[in-house]
């Protein structure tokens, strides 16, 4: 009993070291944005506003699409480090990055297209969407180091070194701040000053990413290799699980970009009131994310040495951090959800819009909980498969429970009707996780499977 709660001890104090830096790191995203807000809000025209916004907004869904270069160099890194392969751990870094830089060049070669096709989709007004589309051409040569930063990211995350993540991102939105500053407010510049701050920063964020790759690969053992990172075939592996994992994020970005869009439809105030409360949900996952980032690593280095009891440790001292965490929101939202809306506007109509909507906002957390928990574990078991289909099938609940409650809902209870799909959504996608994962756990997640071999591809991906 004493050996078994000293291990549990020790497993939360490792989830807590490489938890806290991934959550630090994350706020330093939103205090971006603002200063980028601030910085072009003070310009004399307000198109200005309207186009970076307009263009951050296209960057932020391209760039969250190739998440996958994050989130499988994580996984299949931390099974390599289990296994003890300094030589799979150093290919697999010269893999992801080959993948980002080829993948950033092509954004770049297509990027007229590409710009083009995401403004219409945005459908802004045709001087925001000019601002916007001048910001785009900018920013779109970035695109290399931010996907190489992902794979450095991963990488590191993958040896449980989560502090770097930390480094590289305080550094990029530093310097990035400084370049608004310097560019916008001191040499006169407008949105192509705050695109251009965004491009500098990234490469300066790759260079020194870079430099601490460096540092790393002089204390791993083993080679780079040839036919591991110039034959197509010594892909196989990492394009399986990147391309369940592009798909799955293409799911996730359809349901919050549903979500939005029928919100709009109801009028600029029941927009205005969701956009405040997703917000909400935003800031509770940079800190559940810590969490499920922590489970990655670690789960994935106990599935490389075929540890089933620390694979179980550590899921659970991940859930307990998850549910303290669920908790204290749903507590937060129950308690003081009308002061925190009172934090992100004065407007009297959307406060009031908002309020109405905050028992959906109790809800949600203590609901979607294990979907960001179960997304960690199953990154750190390349079980990418069975993550792809939780998004599918709960997209298949969700859009029949919008659909049959805009039809049964009174009048003015529609946005009540789209919060209750969006609920079913992350409901139905935690299920199938949990289900998942109590199933492998029976079979193939067991210690009889010690003895087996090593599993195969298709059994770590699904």
Not at 433 to 442: E, K, N, S
């Amino acid at each position: 009993m004493a050996t078994r709660q000293s291990e549990t001890t020790t497993a939360r104090r490792r989830i807590w070291t490489l938890a806290w830096p991934i959550i630090l790191s994350n706020i330093t995203v939103p205090l971006l944005g603002l200063v980028d807000t601030a910085v072009v809000g003070h310009l004399p025209d307000s198109r200005y506003l309207a186009g970076v916004t307009l263009g951050a907004t296209l960057f932020s869904f391209l760039y969250w699409g190739f998440g996958f270069l994050r989130m499988g160099t994580t996984g299949l890194t931390s099974q390599a480090v289990g296994r003890e392969n300094d030589s799979e751990v150093r290919n697999l870094l010269g893999q992801s990055l080959l993948l980002a830089m080829g993948i950033g060049t092509l954004l770049i070669l297509f990027s007229q297209p590409l710009i083009s096709l995401g403004l219409w989709l945005l459908d802004g007004s045709e001087v925001a969407t000019r601002v916007a589309a001048e910001y785009a051409q900018i920013r779109i040569l970035s695109a290399p180091a931010v996907l190489a930063n992902y794979a450095i990211l991963g990488w590191f995350l993958g040896q449980q070194n989560s502090r770097v993540t930390l480094a590289i991102l305080v550094l990029t939105n530093s310097v990035n701040i400084a370049l608004d500053l310097l560019f916008v407010v001191g040499l006169g510049m407008t949105s192509d000053g705050v695109a251009w701050a965004s491009v500098i920063a990234d490469y300066t964020a790759l260079a020194f990413g870079t430099w601490l790759v460096l540092r790393q690969l002089k204390l791993l053992e083993g080679r780079f290799l040839r036919e591991r990172l110039f034959k197509l075939a010594a892909y196989a592996e990492l394009l399986q699980v990147n391309a369940n994992l592009f798909v799955r994020t293409l799911g996730l970005l359809f349901a919050m970009a549903f979500f939005t869009s029928r919100g709009a439809v109801q009028g600029d105030t029941v927009l205005a009131a969701n956009a405040v409360l997703l917000q909400f949900i935003i800031l509770i996952s940079y800190a559940l994310d810590g969490f499920a980032h922590a489970a990655e690593a670690i789960v994935g280095r106990a599935v490389g040495r075929r540890r089933w009891d620390e694979f179980a440790t550590a899921v659970t001292a991940a859930a307990w951090f998850s549910l303290l965490t669920a908790g204290a929101a749903a507590l937060a939202f129950a308690l003081g959800g009308h002061y925190l809306i009172a934090l992100l506007t004065g407007l009297p109509e959307v406060r009031a819009t908002a309020a109405g909507y905050l028992p959906w906002m109790v809800a949600m957390p203590l609901v979607a909980v294990w979907s960001y928990l179960f997304d960690g574990v199953f990154i750190g078991a390349t079980a990418i498969r069975e993550m792809r289909n939780s998004i599918f099938i709960a997209l298949a609940a969700y859009l029949p429970v919008w659909w049959l409650g805009q039809r049964v809902a009174p009048l003015g209870y529609e946005n009540h009707a789209l919060w209750l799909a969006f609920l079913v959504f992350a409901l139905v996608r935690s299920a199938v996780l949990v289900g998942y994962y109590r199933h492998y756990r029976r079979t193939r997640w067991r210690h009889r499977v010690l003895a087996d071999a090593a599993p195969s591809v298709t059994e770590r991906s699904g």
